[in-house]
């Protein structure tokens, strides 16, 4: 198992409960596929350093997990097919 950060953005005009679903989905993404979520850290809106999709705000989440080495990769192809995820980056720990 190694330990990885998970930073995401997410669509800042989702509704709040759109915005924790989202977070759900992501977290139960890593336990699904034999990882442990150690934390999430909710940074909340915060301004873009340039415009993304004509955006300048983005909601940040960040995760801090461990998972076999194999979890990122299907990590990240949820992630770029799931709408509201602006960006995103892991990178082991």
């Known amino acids: 198992m190694n330990n990885y950060e998970l930073l995401y953005i997410i669509d800042n005009d989702l509704a709040e409960e759109a915005k924790e679903a989202l977070i759900a989905k992501l977290n139960g993404v890593v336990t699904d596929n034999?990882?442990?979520?150690?934390?999430?850290?909710?940074?909340?809106?915060k301004k873009l350093a340039y415009p993304i999709n004509y955006k300048t705000e983005g909601y940040y989440v960040l995760?801090?997990?461990?998972?076999?080495?194999?979890?990122?990769?299907?990590?990240?192809?949820v992630m770029r097919i799931t709408d509201g995820v602006v960006r995103f980056m892991v990178v082991v720990k």
Not at 65 to 74: D, I, N, R
């Open 63 to 77: 995760v801090n997990f461990s998972a076999p080495a194999t979890l990122p990769s299907e990590l990240e192809r």
């Open 34 to 45: 034999g990882g442990s979520v150690e934390t999430v850290d909710k940074w909340g809106t």
